[in-house]
Structures are given as C-alpha cells and as structure tokens.
C-alpha cells in the first residue's frame, strides 16, 4: 500500500476498496519494523491516528471525504499539537505536551488525515543535518551512513522510507528542500506569508515558513492545498485566498524561460551533483524550455546576512523557554538567576546556545548598525538580484545543496561548513520566494535534488514544472531497497 | 550660583480597550490570578501576537491633541529581558518609529505663569504582569491577567524645573487622557502611572545623573517625593558625593526613597523590530477623520464657559475640570438657558452629595435633566431656594422629578397676592400687642411678622411678597 501513489490511494479511499484504518495500520506498523533503526520519529501515535482512521472511515462510508481524508500524515515535531509531545527537537521540551493545534494540525483533523506522529528534526530547526535533534541523528533511508540532511530530516526520511505517505515540513535557510534534495523526494516552500505560521514554534520569524514533503509534486499540490490560506492569528499571513496548486498540472511548458544563474555552478559545488543537474536542465530542454543565463551576484552575501539575521530574531524567540512556566526547569534553583541560568544552559543544545549567543552580540548596543542593519541591507540586495533575474526567465533553477548527503559526523564540529551547505537555498529564504526541491538523480549513490525557484505566488506554475519533469523520469518513484 | 532642578516625566497611560493589545484576552481590574491570560499572554511556544486595532487611534487622538506629529510607519520592536513577568523575555514596544512622534507640547500653569512643557513621544506597548511576593511563602507568584494589557507611554522633554511643575504636567496629561477617553485615570488601580526622572546641576553646566521615581499613586505624592529626592540629591552633591543612576521607591508612610534597584550601565534591551508584526501604517485620511470627531479640549472649553456663559474663570476650571462634569453642565445649560444658576448648582449642592457619598458624576442619581427640571421651577418662582434643596433631596432619593415632588408635597410656592394679604391680615388682626411695640419704634420685630406669615402659609409663601405687604400694612395700619 505504501508504493501508491496519493491520488491511488485517495481514489481507492473513495471508492472504499481500501480503509483508513488498514492503511493507517499499514504505515503503524511498518513503522514499528524501520523506525527503532532510522530514529525519524520523535513520537509515534497510534491510538489516536486508528482513532482519526476511524472517523476518517465513517466520513467516507457516508460520501463525505475530502480528497485527503483518511490519509495518514506525519507532522514535523515544530507544529504544536494537542495533547500530543511537542518537542521541536529539543530537551527544553522534552515534558511539553501542547496545550492547543498548529493551523496546520488543525487542518489535519478537520479533513480526519490520521496523525501517525511527530518527525524528528535539528533542536529547534537549527541545523542541516537532523543530528542537533535531543532525540539523536535520524538516519538517510537511502544510506545509513548518511545524514537525511535538515532541520526537517525526520520528515524527508518518513516520506523516503515510506514511513508516512505525507508530511509537513517547515524551511527557515532550506529546512525543507535540503532534506528533501538529501532523500530524493519532493519538497516545497511556498512564499513567505502562504502556510500560517500559527502554532509553528518560532525559530527565525521573518525566514520561517510551512511547507509539503511528499514523493511527487502532484502531491505536494494536494497537501499544501489544505496547508495554505489566510489566517487571522498569524499577521504575516497573506491576505488572500490561496491559488488551486493543482490547476496548472498538466499544461506544456514548451517555452519556459530557465534561469541558470552562473553563481550556483562555482567552485565549491560537487561535480556529481552538477553533472545530475545539468542532466536534469536537458531534460527540460528536451520538454520545450529554454536556459536562460542569469546572475545572482550578491548569492555570497545570503549566508553571512542570514547568519546575522536568523540568530538575531532567535534569540528573541527562544527567550521564553526560561524555566518558568513550562518546559525543562533545573533542580532546586537556588535563585531566579539560577532558574534562567541553569535551565537554559541544561534544556539547550550546543547549536541553540551558539545561535542565541550570535544573535544576542549582533542586536546588542554598538553592533546593531555594523550587523543587524548591514545584514538587513544584505537581505534587500539579494531579494533585488532575484527581482532583476525574473525580468528575463519564469522560473531559476540549480543545484539544492552542493553536495550529496554527507556522512553523520561529517560536519558536526564545523558548524561553517555546515552552515555553507545551505548556500543555495538562503538566498530564497531571504527573499521570501517560493521554491522546491525535485528528486534529479543520483551521485555515489545518494539522491541529489534539482532546485527549482519562482517569483512570488509562483507556486501553482512551479508545481507544475516539476511535475512536467516528473512525467518523463522516475527519480522520485524509486525507493531506497531496504524499505521497499 | 543655586541649584537648578530638571524633571522629565514618563507616564503610562492604560488605553481603554475592552481586550489586550495583542490577544483576546478581557482586560479586567481584580479578576483572580490568571484568568485573564490565554495561551498568547502565557506565552506558550508558536503563538502569534495580532495587533488590537482600536489602540491606534486612541494614540493619534492624544498626538493631535498635543499637536505632535503623527508616525506615518509605526514599527513595534521587541525590548529583550528576562523577568517572570514577563512570559515571551520580551515586551512588544515601539522603539525607533513611535506613533506620536516630536513636536507635542503641554502647557501648564504655574503660580500665574504658563510654560510649555515638550512631548518627545509617545508609543504604544504592552504591559506586564505581576509578580506575587507575599501569596506563597518563599516562592514568587506569577499573575499574568495585566500582561498584554495596552499602554501608551507619553515621555516628557526635560523640561520641568520644580516638582511644582511636574505635578502640574502630570495632571494636565491626566486630565487630558480622561477627555479623550482614552484612559480613565485611574491611578490607585495603576491605569496611569507617573515615572519622574530627576535631576539636578548648576545652570550652564550639562545635567546631572538622573534617579528615577517610579510607581507613585497620587499627585501629592509625587509632588512630596520630587521634593525630597531634590533635597537629597543637593545633600550628596554638596557633601562631595556622586548621584548615581537608579531606580528609587517612595515610601509614603516615612516620607522617603530607596534604592529599588541600580540601573547598570549594560542593561542592554537588544531591541530590533518584531518579525510577528506588521508595521502600522497610518493615512492622512485616517488622520483626518480622528481629527474631525476630536472631542472639544479642556483649555478650549474653559475659554468657551467664559465667554458663552460669562463664567468666572474659577467656574469655568471647575466645570471643564472633566470631560463628565461639563457634558453634564452643558446638558442642564441647554434646559435652563440660565448658566449662573446652573453652575452654583453643579458647583454646589451636587458636587457637595456626590462627595459625601463618594460618587462620580457619572454615577449622579439626579440626572442632568432633573436638576434641570428643579432649577426652571426656582426660575419661574413655583418653589423657593430653600424648598429647593428640599425638593433636590427627595430627586436624590429617587423620589422623581421636581414637578412631581412638588406637586405630591404641596410644596408650591404661594405667589397670589389675594392669599398672601389674607394671611397678613390674619397675623397682624392676632397680634395687636407686637403690631403696637412695632410701630413704636422695635423695627426688629419686623422678622416676627415673616416668620409667623411664613408659618401660617407652611413655609410656601413667597418670602419677598410676604415681606412687601407686611411692610405695607404695618406702616399703614
């Protein structure tokens, strides 16, 4: 059952040739056989998703499904769910069971999409390799030796391992399309402001962003169909309807201009992961696009901008986890300095504090100007370089990461490096710019994904790209053996 | 060369909204611990704050009001401490672009003269919550129902030279918030708190160290507390000291501060703008329209009492003193058309119960309308001034209107000449020995005469009739 595809299995849903409570159980219980080995769930929660299941059975007995309903989702552990542990990877919230429903939990249940758990991530998302996780590293399906990439590895490797066949993902610096890129499946980060960030535990506000880990981009359309929308509760939610993602399937892109912006092809990228890449651009060219040369000059600014930036506004956000009304608390405080001091020191992770110590030297006074207001100048020139290169192609494309997964252990005491890993997705968080991730090959046997970036509210085109390429190869199909 | 004194003053206005600034939560005075705190005020992780609308015009009403200009783009920025009270390790405040921006000014008057005090700004922000000391023993409680509630922080030049002024700024503020009915002034719940910032230097030499006064619930106390932090900051400086910068406490039982706290000089707020915020931008329509439905001001309306009305200027103060007490005077103008007469009784018998019985204007159980009623039929002769404050009691104590109690305790002033003169000739054909002593020279008997007319008529008779006939008919016998 979980080699269908989410339209055979809604189909079959529909028709009742299948129930919920059998796929759900399904998906139990091959989680109960990868899971203990591939560490991507933080918590599994099977009596309430037969519960959903159920419920989901009954609104399809009585004709009353929606097109997802009955369809098992895992949730990345960022969401806040009721009743439900909501960790967001770290100690701090080891004990914290969330007392209300993310919007996008929330949509989970309306429409009876049975929650098999929460997935594991980096300790408050920071991080590209899932290893910051207070749970432990969660591994690559495709290759135990390597990392699924992050924050939202747990959710890539559910979706690789067909482990869930659905789940939501959220992408601060690439959160969503490295890990995806890492496990060869698909993943998209909409525009900022499309998924309401109510619920969503705060890591960098104004990068952070929802967003739909699936195999295909047809899918993706379905899940972030029920995921977008205006919010009330969430200011920065874009007042509008959301666009049908699903509308463009299907149409030729004969035409298409492709941007190839020359910066993503510099030293510094891995030769297998370009030769998959351009191998993907012929592709295209074969389907009627056109490459287009473009320029991203100020691509190199992104990383030390978004590295002023994204600490900054997390070390405001990451202030409430104090000790004192919830979450991890130390032994006998002896003091309320002690309280703060020791509860953070021992509930945060080493990633977290140096985070939080960035962004409390790059907003404090006589650095504000030479950082935070520099950087947000940064954050203005390379929303520009992409404004500029929408003016001659329709949609930019390039590598995701610079390399194939890398190995678990690799890079965890080099956190530059680490941080260099997502030099090409936080130019598009910066900008706010949708953007996915498309399953695009293999290089030394770890998955590689095309990185594919639209202008803003580009979504329903950019679904439909992929999907086009998605028509004539099979990458996001195929399954890593031992889970087949 | 004397000591000059410098006072800046940071008041905390609660804005009068029904839910917090940015959460739904009800804003109440006295509700059980924490049941006024939803999951936002809590701050429980992946919460989002949404900006209460109705705070923005109720800080451009005060803007326009000191004509300050108006932020076009107000950004809310984030001010970053730890404190228990204080859930999210931030208070959402406007830091760089205040709603109220320069150019506000107050004038005050003092000893006869005026002076204008500057408004550097003033922005919006959310308050905190209270820490428990005393409810459990060795641990601190925390209420969270006053964090969220919103505040406008108005924050005064530097500007004012005695604490005479201070507190005179204070009040004209007070009183001005009240007016626009932005806040309701109420000091002893905390909804408008004064924070003094003094300071005191020789002139032509650069300021000196500030102490700050906070939390002061009365207008007198702050008066007594800048009083004596000047004359303690003189004894330092004099005695070779140093002020230094810290936050003091009044303690109005001995009449002294004490340091509650110093302010280090790395207390660093780390603020920035808050990325859970849009920023609020404001149209000149929008500024417009508020300015359009700008209630009258108290200056403005004091100068119309005086001229409209030919009020004394100590009436018209005390009229215009609230936004309450002059609607209410207004209203009884406008059924009486006699404004002198209307103001003594504002001024006097009304304002005189309410203080007995500790209650606002708002609150009057003679409405403006009834004591109207009661004051055309002192006009027009039906009762006396003395029948009046009867008549006022019974409206009082709910017995109805003027013309009801009148009319149901005969209390009708006896004005026909026909039955006045029969009561005098009654009174002077019953009294021939007193007739014959007065008109033997004991004019002071005249008074006995009054009283027993006024007697016989059971106190209705007109005063000034009975006293006309009685003079006639005892010089013409």
């Not at chain 1, 910066?263 to 351009?278: N, T």
């Not at chain 2, 009403?61 to 228990?84: C, E, V, W």
């Not at chain 2, 070779?240 to 706290?261: F, H, I, P, W």
Request: charged share 20%; glycine share 8%; proline share 5%.
């Amino acid at each position: 059952m979980h080699t269908l595809s989410i339209k055979e299995m809604s189909d079959k849903l529909q028709k009742r040739e299948i129930t919920s409570v059998d796929l759900t159980q399904h998906y139990l219980n091959r989680i109960d056989q990868y899971d203990p080995t591939l560490n991507a769930y933080v918590t599994v929660t099977p009596e309430l998703a037969l519960e959903m299941a159920n419920q989901a059975d009954a609104l399809l007995d009585a004709g009353k499904g929606h097109r997802l309903t009955g369809i098992p989702i895992a949730h990345k552990d960022i969401f806040c769910s009721l009743g439900i542990k909501t960790t967001c990877g770290s100690k701090m919230l080891d004990n914290f069971i969330s007392p209300y429903d993310a919007k996008v939990v929330e949509m989970t249940r309306e429409l009876a999409m049975p929650i098999l758990g929460k997935t594991n991530m980096d300790e408050f998302a920071m991080g590209s390799s899932t290893e910051s996780s207070y749970y432990g590293a969660t591994l690559n399906p495709w290759d135990h030796q390597a990392v699924p990439g992050g924050s939202s590895g747990g959710a890539a490797a559910v979706i690789a391992a067909g482990l869930a066949p659905l789940a939501t993902g959220s992408d601060t610096g690439g959160s969503i399309r490295q890990p995806a890129s890492f496990c060869g499946i698909t993943g998209i980060k909409p525009t900022y402001g499309t998924v309401s960030r109510y619920g969503m535990i705060a890591y960098a506000s104004s990068f952070d962003q929802g967003g739909a880990m699936t195999r295909s981009a047809q899918e993706a359309a379905w899940l972030l169909q029920v995921m977008a929308g205006f919010d009330e509760r969430d200011s920065t939610s874009l007042e509008q309807d959301a666009a049908d993602f699903s509308q463009q399937l299907g149409q030729s892109i004969k035409g298409l201009k492709i941007g190839v912006p020359a910066e993503y092809f510099e030293s510094g990228l891995d030769a297998s992961v370009e030769q998959a890449v351009r191998t993907a651009l012929s592709e295209y060219e074969a389907l009627g696009a056109e490459l287009i040369s473009v320029n991203l000059p100020n691509k190199d600014l992104a990383v030390p901008a978004y590295y002023v930036l994204a600490p900054a506004e997390a070390s405001s956000n990451l202030s409430r986890f104090d000790g004192v009304r919830y979450g991890y608390r130390c032994d006998n405080p002896q003091s309320l300095e002690d309280l703060y001091h020791r509860s953070r020191s021992e509930g945060l992770g080493a990633e977290v504090k140096r985070r939080i110590m960035v962004g409390a030297y790059v907003l404090s006074a006589g650095y504000y100007d030479a950082y935070y207001l520099k950087a947000q100048k940064l954050r203005r020139m390379v929303r520009d370089d992409f404004t500029k290169a929408f003016e001659s192609c329709d949609v930019i494309m390039g590598p995701v990461a610079p390399t194939p997964a890398f190995n678990i252990g690799e890079k965890s005491d080099d956190p530059v490096s680490m941080y260099l890993a997502d030099l090409y997705t936080i130019p598009v968080n910066l900008a706010g710019l949708p953007a996915m991730s498309v399953p695009a090959g293999f290089a030394k046997g770890r998955p590689v994904g095309l990185h594919l970036i639209g202008p803003y509210h580009s979504e329903a085109a950019l679904l439909n790209i992929a999907h086009q390429y998605q028509q004539v190869t099979d990458w996001h199909c195929q399954m890593p053996a031992t889970y087949k | 060369m004397t000591w000059e004194v410098v006072i800046g003053l940071e008041i905390h206005a609660q804005l009068t909204t029904k839910t917090k600034i940015f959460s739904g939560s009800p804003i109440a005075y006295g509700a059980e611990p924490n049941t006024q705190a939803n999951l936002l005020d809590l701050g429980m992780p992946g919460q989002l704050p949404v900006l209460n609308k109705a705070v923005i015009p109720k800080a451009i009403q005060f803007g326009l009001a000191i004509g300050a200009d108006i932020g076009r783009r107000s950004i809310f920025d984030r001010k970053n401490y730890f404190y228990p009270d204080l859930p999210k390790g931030y208070q959402t405040s406007q830091f760089s672009f205040p709603i109220v921006d320069k150019g506000g000014v107050v004038e005050i008057e003092v000893d006869g003269e005026t002076k204008k005090i500057g408004v550097t700004r003033a922005h919006l922000e959310e308050d905190a919550g209270k820490s428990l000391h005393d409810a459990f023993p060795g641990q601190t409680g925390i209420d969270l129902n006053r964090a969220g509630t919103p505040l406008l922080e108005i924050v005064s030049e530097p500007d004012m030279r005695s604490a005479k002024e201070a507190v005179a700024y204070a009040k004209k503020v007070h009183e001005l918030v009240q007016y626009l009915g932005i806040c309701d002034g109420n000091m002893q719940e905390g909804s408008f708190r004064v924070d003094s910032n003094v300071s005191i230097h020789k002139p032509g030499t650069p300021f000196g160290t500030r102490a700050e006064l906070k939390n002061i619930n009365s207008f007198k106390f702050i008066e007594q507390a800048i009083e004596i932090e000047i004359d303690r900051q003189i004894e330092i400086l004099e005695s070779g000291g140093k002020v230094v910068q810290e936050t003091r406490l009044y303690d109005a039982d001995k009449n002294e501060t004490r340091s509650m706290r110093e302010k280090e000089e790395a207390n660093d707020y780390r603020y920035f703008p808050c990325p859970d915020l849009l920023p609020v931008v404001v149209a000149q329509a929008d500024i417009d329209a508020i300015q359009a439905e700008m209630p009258e001001l108290p200056d403005a309306k004091r100068a119309r009492f005086v001229s409209q009305f030919e009020l004394s200027e100590y009436d018209a103060a005390f009229l215009a003193g609230s936004r309450a007490t002059a609607d209410y005077f207004e209203a009884v103008v406008a059924l009486t058309k006699a404004p002198k007469i209307s103001a003594n009784w504002v001024m006097g018998e009304l304002s005189k119960s309410l203080n007995q019985h500790d209650l606002t204007i708002d609150a009057s159980p003679v409405t403006a309308a009834q004591l109207a009623g009661l004051i055309n039929r002192i006009q027009d002769g039906t009762i006396s001034g003395k029948m009046a404050k009867q008549v006022f009691d019974a409206i009082w104590s709910g017995e109805g209107d003027a013309d009801t109690i009148i009319a149901a305790k005969g209390l009708q002033q006896i004005t026909d000449v026909g039955a006045i003169e029969a009561l005098v000739d009654e009174v002077i054909a019953n009294h021939t020995d007193q007739v014959t002593a007065y008109q033997n020279g004991q004019e002071k008997m005249f008074g006995f005469f009054v009283g027993q007319v006024m007697k016989a008529s059971k106190g209705q008779a007109n005063p000034a009739q009975v006293n006309q006939l009685l003079k006639q008919k005892l010089q013409n016998p």
